[in-house]
Structure formats: structure tokens, C-alpha cells
């Protein structure tokens, strides 16, 4: 099987994977909870439950990341943890009570926690390397997101709910198969030689950095604006009168308009720097969710929908280059982990928990909240623009942790990359 992935290019196997991953999500986002719901479950079982996969997330991500990469195994722990979530996926068949659903839920959402940032890493680091363009990739991942909504929501149609599971079990299996195809990270010279135990220093460094903390703050708000949107987009529009069709067809114009912007990515990242996309997603953010709230007709909404480039695939082009770019090669995957547990499993879910109340008490007039916080990640953007030049956040030597660490302390030093190129 490796053989056979080994001929074809790289891009094609990171593609292949990142698509078939998302047949997964394309499904599991829309219809877990009505599963759960088949199996008896009310709804703060499955609140609890999706808070609980969320949380977890937390901790799962950049401590299994971490070893990963400290251990350079990062391909390796992709197969093993995508195999786990294929196993627990069909452990489903025989998950009758909460206590089962709950514990394999916690292993797929462990196991995921994890591969995302090792593939994420590995499909930056080879771009670079190989001069392929890393939205190229991407977007096949949210092409297959938006057929599996189809398939998997025409199936259930079809045939109940009960159709969800056999759906999840299949592409779980297609996604450990092209997890074969993923290729080994090279390893990274300027790694510390003298164990995990450095590595560990250097990515608690990376951490405390205040320019790498303003990143990650600004980088969660972008992405946690959605949160609204993502949990009562839909509830809202019903409730102005729009149909279930009319829905659909306003959900799938924003992955379009990702797609098309994830296409041109190569071009625009070389005409803006990845703190001015975040920027940019803010100000998206700003605008989208402020137009929102006011409960615009739908010619409005058509176009409207289209920021979803700007409020989703900006933030999350700059951050990938930000990372690409900042962060030392040893260090991407445990960075994109750090990145990911505060975007996801804090940010996000608290967004997400406020949301259902806003949405209950305020109806549409909630998008204010989510407006509010594309202009906290515009405002810390553009002091992140201001507090980093291009250069790269490399951990110096000294095992030393300053408990105050500054741009411009010791522990750290800025170090020029001629590899990367300047932010503009």
C-alpha cells in the first residue's frame, strides 16, 4: 500500500487525505447529535457530551502532538490515531447508553485533537519544500466536506437516521487508508539535540512568547466569531420564514467562496501578510455579523454569505502562514496543537455556550456578540502586525524560563529565516 501512494506526488497523497477526513466531518457536524437523540439521549446528555469532546481536546491535542514530534513519528501517530477513530466509529454499533457513546466519543475527538496538526505541519513544511501551493490542498478537504453534507443528509432522507452510522464507519475506513499515503515530516536540523526533555523547554519558550500569545489570541477570536453562526444560523433563518432548502443553499455558498479564495491562496499570500489576513478576517467579521443581526432579506444574504472567505479562510490562511513562518520546523505541529486546543476546545466553546443563550433571549441581534469579537481579533491583528517583522521565534539555547518573557528577553531570540519569505 505505501508503494503504491509513494508514486504518486505529494500534493495528491495530502490531498487525498485531507478530503477523505472530511467526508467524516461533513457527515458527523450535522447529524451526530440526531444520532445521539436516536439512541435516547436528551439534550444535555448530548451537550455534555459535545462539551466533554471539546474539552478534552484541550489536553489530547498538543501533548500527543508534542510527542509526535519530539519523537519524530509524526506520520506514524496519523495512521495510528486514524485507525483508532475508524475502530471507535464502528465500536458505535454497539454503544447503547451514554456511558459507551460518551467514551468512544472521547477517543475519536482525542484522536482527531491530534492529527489535524500533525497533517497541517507536514502539508506546510512539504509545500515549502516542494513549491506546491498548500490551499491547493486544502480546499479538496473543504470540496469533500460539502459533498459528504449532501450524500450523508440525502441518505439520512432516505433512510433514516440509521444510515448515519454505516456513512461514518465507511469513511473512517477510506480515511486510514489514505493516511497511508501521507509522507514522513523531514526531520528539522535546528531541532535541540539533547532529548525530549530540550524540546520540552523549547516549545514551553514558544508558549509564554508574547508575540506567539497574541497570535493565538487573535487567531481564536477569528475563528470563535462563528460561533453564533455554526450553532443557530439555521434556527434563525426558519425563523425569519426562510425553508430548509433555501438554508442549504446559503450554507454551501460560503465553502464555495473558501474554495475559490484557498485556490488563488498562493497569489494573495504573496500580496498580503498573514497578520493582515487575520486582520481582514476580523473586519469580515465585523461587517458580516453586524449586517446579520439586523435580520437582512435574502438578496442580502446571498452575497453576504460570501465573506465566509474573509471571516473563515483568511484567519485560517494567515494563521497557517503565521505559523509556517514564526514558529521553528520542530515545533510546527506542537504550535498548530497549541493553536488549535485554545481556538476550539476554549474560545470556541465558550462562544458557542454564550450563543445559545444570546440566540434564546435575543434571537438574531446575537451576531452583535460574534461582530464584537471579529473587531477584538481586527484590533490584536494589527498589534500582532506591529510586534513581529517576518522573523522567526526560535528559543535560544538557555534551559532557563524567565518568568517574564518579553520579544526581546534572552530566552528568546528572533532569529532572521533567509528560508521564508519576509512578511511584506
Given at each position: 500500500m505505501d508503494r503504491t501512494f509513494g508514486r504518486l506526488p505529494t500534493p495528491y497523497r495530502l490531498a487525498a487525505f485531507t478530503a477523505a477526513a472530511n467526508l467524516i466531518g461533513g457527515a458527523h457536524m450535522p447529524f451526530?447529535?440526531?444520532?445521539?437523540?436516536?439512541?435516547?439521549?436528551?439534550?444535555?446528555?448530548?451537550?455534555?457530551?459535545?462539551?466533554?469532546?471539546?474539552?478534552?481536546?484541550?489536553?489530547?491535542?498538543?501533548?500527543?502532538?508534542?510527542?509526535?514530534?519530539?519523537?519524530?513519528?509524526?506520520?506514524?501517530?496519523?495512521?495510528?490515531?486514524?485507525?483508532?477513530?475508524?475502530a471507535s466509529y464502528a465500536a458505535y454499533f454497539w454503544a447503547d447508553t451514554f456511558f459507551w457513546i460518551l467514551a468512544w466519543s472521547l477517543t475519536t475527538s482525542a484522536a482527531w485533537s491530534a492529527v489535524s496538526p500533525l497533517f497541517e505541519s507536514i502539508t506546510l513544511r512539504a509545500g515549502q519544500r516542494e513549491g506546491f501551493q498548500y490551499g491547493r490542498v486544502r480546499l479538496w478537504g473543504t470540496a469533500a466536506f460539502v459533498v459528504s453534507n449532501v450524500a450523508s443528509g440525502w441518505l439520512v432522507q432516505a433512510y433514516g437516521i440509521a444510515a448515519f452510522l454505516p456513512y461514518l464507519t465507511i469513511a473512517g475506513l477510506i480515511a486510514l487508508i489514505f493516511s497511508l499515503g501521507v509522507p514522513q515530516e523531514q526531520p528539522d536540523h535546528q531541532a535541540p539535540t539533547n532529548g525530549t526533555k530540550d524540546q520540552l523547554r523549547s516549545a514551553i519558550r514558544l508558549c509564554i512568547h508574547p508575540v506567539f500569545a497574541l497570535f493565538v489570541l487573535a487567531g481564536a477570536l477569528a475563528q470563535?466569531?462563528?460561533?453564533?453562526?455554526?450553532?443557530?444560523a439555521t434556527l434563525d433563518w426558519?425563523?425569519?420564514?426562510?425553508?430548509?432548502?433555501?438554508?442549504?443553499?446559503?450554507?454551501?455558498?460560503?465553502?464555495?467562496?473558501?474554495?475559490?479564495?484557498?485556490?488563488?491562496?498562493?497569489?494573495?499570500?504573496?500580496?498580503?501578510?498573514?497578520?493582515?489576513?487575520?486582520?481582514?478576517?476580523?473586519?469580515?467579521?465585523?461587517?458580516?455579523?453586524?449586517?446579520?443581526?439586523?435580520?437582512?432579506?435574502?438578496?442580502?444574504?446571498?452575497?453576504?454569505?460570501?465573506?465566509?472567505?474573509?471571516?473563515?479562510?483568511?484567519?485560517?490562511?494567515?494563521?497557517?502562514?503565521?505559523?509556517?513562518?514564526?514558529?521553528?520546523?520542530?515545533?510546527a505541529a506542537t504550535a498548530q496543537a497549541v493553536y488549535a486546543a485554545i481556538t476550539y476546545g476554549v474560545v470556541m466553546a465558550a462562544a458557542q455556550f454564550a450563543s445559545g443563550l444570546l440566540f434564546h433571549d435575543y434571537g438574531s441581534l446575537g451576531y452583535l456578540a460574534m461582530s464584537a469579537m471579529g473587531g477584538g481579533a481586527l484590533i490584536l491583528s494589527l498589534v500582532l502586525a506591529r510586534a513581529w517583522q517576518g522573523q522567526t521565534l526560535a528559543p535560544a539555547q538557555d534551559t532557563t524560563i524567565e518568568p517574564a518573557a518579553l520579544p526581546w528577553s534572552p530566552q528568546f531570540v528572533d532569529r532572521p529565516d533567509n528560508t521564508r519569505p519576509p512578511q511584506p
Open positions: 451526530f447529535p440526531s444520532w445521539m437523540a436516536s439512541k435516547g439521549l436528551d439534550a444535555t446528555d448530548i451537550g455534555l457530551i459535545i462539551a466533554i469532546m471539546g474539552m478534552i481536546r484541550v489536553v489530547t491535542g498538543p501533548v500527543m502532538s508534542f510527542a509526535a514530534e519530539a519523537a519524530q513519528r509524526q506520520r506514524q501517530t496519523i495512521i495510528l490515531l486514524t485507525g483508532g477513530a475508524a470563535a466569531q462563528h460561533g453564533f453562526y455554526y450553532g443557530f426558519k425563523a425569519q420564514g426562510f425553508s430548509a432548502a433555501t438554508a442549504g443553499v446559503l450554507w454551501a455558498i460560503g465553502p464555495i467562496a473558501e474554495i475559490v479564495l484557498f485556490y488563488y491562496g498562493a497569489k494573495v499570500m504573496r500580496l498580503v501578510a498573514p497578520t493582515h489576513l487575520l486582520a481582514l478576517a476580523g473586519a469580515s467579521g465585523v461587517i458580516k455579523w453586524g449586517v446579520m443581526a439586523l435580520a437582512p432579506p435574502l438578496w442580502i444574504l446571498f452575497p453576504l454569505q460570501i465573506l465566509h472567505a474573509g471571516t473563515f479562510a483568511a484567519a485560517h490562511l494567515g494563521a497557517m502562514q503565521f505559523i509556517l513562518r514564526a514558529v521553528p520546523g520542530h515545533l
